[in-house]
């Protein structure tokens, strides 16, 4: 005959010793209970903890990235000529910046949105002279000349976000801990 269980089931958690003081998280003890001093921390990293964390969503992101390109190329046109090493040496942390800042639910737009961003800020310094025509060709040229720039950046914000979902989807699983299927007793 089966025997129902009455009460809810245990679960089977260490306790966690109370934490008296904020020194306890900064500096968990060691080996054996042993408590290491904790290391300094550079004045850098902690101002960069103090800058607010932008959340942006699939389209602020690219507008941010689209934005922030088209700025840099007319500087670019008008204080180095329209230099593409310029324009590629900081697109990469504009791409870096747009995959970093981009909400998690969105994070599939960063890589889609700074190629487009790239496009977007090489028309000031792609050198097209004459109508539309002469514009467009100008911008499909610089785009083939310069396509090393545009995968290294794409390549930089794929990278971050494919960290950044990974890093989510491990937070999530450890929330959520799976217990015994209900119905089962541990140990038959």
Not at 73 to 94: M, R
């Amino acid at each position: 005959m089966e025997q129902h269980r009455i009460s809810p089931p245990r679960s089977r958690q260490r306790p966690q010793p109370p934490l008296s003081s904020q020194s306890a998280l900064a500096d968990p003890p060691g080996v054996y209970g042993v408590r290491h001093p904790a290391r300094p921390v550079p004045p850098v990293v902690q101002a960069l903890r103090r800058l607010p964390g932008p959340r942006l969503t699939g389209l602020g992101g690219g507008l941010f990235a689209c934005v922030a390109m088209l700025v840099i190329g007319a500087l670019d046109w008008l204080l180095f000529d329209g230099s593409a090493l310029v324009y590629g040496v900081l697109f990469l942390p504009v791409c870096a910046l747009t995959a970093l800042w981009v909400r998690g639910p969105d994070l599939v737009t960063a890589p889609i949105s700074v190629p487009i961003a790239f496009a977007v800020g090489i028309v000031p310094i792609s050198g097209g002279e004459g109508g539309l025509g002469a514009q467009i060709m100008a911008v499909v040229t610089a785009l083939a000349m310069h396509a090393g720039w545009l995968y290294g950046g794409t390549l930089v914000a794929g990278l971050i976000t494919c960290v950044r979902k990974v890093r989510e989807m491990g937070r999530r699983r450890r929330r959520v801990r799976p217990g015994p299927p209900p119905g089962r007793r541990p140990g038959s």
